[in-house]
Structures are given as C-alpha cells and as structure tokens.
T-cell receptor, first 110, second 113 residues
Framework: KQEVTQIPAALSVPEGENLVLNCSFT??????LQWFRQDPGKGLTSLLL?????REQTSGRLNASLDKSSGRSTLYIAASQPGDSATYLC?????????FGKGTRLSVIA | KAGVTQTPRYLIKTRGQQVTLSCSPI?????VSWYQQTPGQGLQFLFE???????NKGNFPGRFSGRQFSNSRSEMNVSTLELGDSALYLC????????????FGPGTRLTVL
C-alpha cells in the first residue's frame, strides 16, 4: 500500500529565498508523481506532473524531481514570493488513484 | 476551457440526513474522481468513475456512493450522515485515466451538525 510523507509539515522563509520541499513514498512502483498547491479553503491547483520515465519537470520558478529508486521527490521553488504562501501537496499514482501526503504549509514573509 | 465545477459550494446538514454533491468535469474529460479532505486524515480517495462505471473505490463505508452520467458529470451521495462526515469534498477530472494530470474543482464544504 502506497504511503506518502511530506517533511517538514510547515516552513516559514523570508521573501527571495530558494527552498526545497520534500516528499517520500513507500512503493517504488509509482507511475507518476504530481505536485499541487492548495490555498486556504480552496481546491487544489496542479503544479507539475512527473512521469515515472522522467526525472524532473520545470515550470517557471518551480522544478520538481523524482527518484523512484530512493522513493523521493523534491519541489524546488526559486526566489520565493509572498504569493507562494500556500500548502503544497504531493501525490503518487500507481495501480490506484492519487495517494496524498499531508502537505507542507509554506509561509513566505515579505 | 472551463474548469471543474462543483455544486453546491457549501452545505449544512444534520446527522441522519443524506446529501448529494455534484461535479462537472472539464469538457472532454471522462475520468472523475472524488476525494474527502479533513484536517486529521488529509486527502483520501473515495472513488473514480469512467464512462459511467466505477473503476476504482477507496476504503469508505457503503454510505458513500456515486454515479456518473453519459455527459461525464458525476454525483456523490452520502446517506445517514455522521458528524465525522464533515469535510471538504473535492472532485477531480482527467482526460482518460487517473494517471493523467488531475484537475480539481473548488470543493464542497459539508458541515454535519
């Protein structure tokens, strides 16, 4: 059974810093991994999807990597801005639909 | 292209009642999944529908059910509501399979009193 863990649960950084969010999963038979952003009381916004055959994906200031052998994915955010403040969730798909981590709550302080 | 829409956005019910939530996927998407989000358990998968058939089911009691119509719109129903059913219910659509990018709706906030 796939389990997804995100560390840290919360993170506070000053504006402009580069930061890394971590996601680990137990089942290396993962098919793909998706990163989402959730603002308070809102739905999820898809940020990046990494297929199992890929090692990373980039979109603007975001870069996500996937290492199936170690069961880890990271989301790198460059030059953080207050508007990046949100909860970031990773989710893996294998033989079953998305299994989510509990998320990392990010606060970027101006 | 319009995004995933969910109605209603907010609901207040009392224990023992039943509730029906609706989800309209992105046009052309055939896979619709439902998730429950609570502070304690996080996001948990309820079920997935594809071409009017339930293709996958999570570990929830039979009080939770769903269906999908020929236009891919989906509904989920919760019968005999319990206090613990209070949650944000999220619907997601993808083109053909849950391994494709999932696009989420804004959710329905259900409060059970």
């Amino acid at each position: 059974k796939q389990e997804v863990t995100q560390i840290p649960a919360a993170l506070s950084v000053p504006e402009g810093e580069n930061l890394v969010l971590n996601c680990s999963f137990t089942d290396s038979a993962i098919y793909n991994l998706q990163w989402f952003r959730q603002d308070p009381g809102k739905g999820l916004t898809s940020l990046l999807l990494i297929q199992s055959s890929q090692r990373e994906q980039t979109s603007g200031r975001l870069n996500a990597s996937l290492d199936k052998s170690s069961g880890r994915s990271t989301l790198y955010i460059a030059a953080s801005q207050p508007g990046d403040s949100a909860t970031y969730l990773c989710a893996g798909t294998g033989n079953t639909p998305l299994v989510f981590g509990k998320g990392t709550r990010l606060s970027v302080i101006a | 292209k319009a995004g995933v829409t969910q109605t209603p956005r907010y609901l207040i019910k009392t224990r023992g009642q039943q509730v029906t939530l609706s989800c309209s996927p992105i046009s052309g998407h055939r896979s619709v999944s439902w998730y429950q989000q609570t502070p304690g358990q996080g996001l948990q998968f309820l079920f997935e529908y594809f071409s009017e058939t339930q293709r996958n089911k999570g570990n929830f009691p039979g009080r939770f059910s769903g269906r999908q119509f020929s236009n891919s719109r989906s509904e989920m129903n919760v019968s005999t509501l319990e206090l613990g059913d209070s949650a944000l219910y999220l619907c997601a659509s993808s083109s053909d399979h849950f391994t494709d990018t999932q696009y989420f709706g804004p959710g329905t906030r259900l409060t059970v009193l």
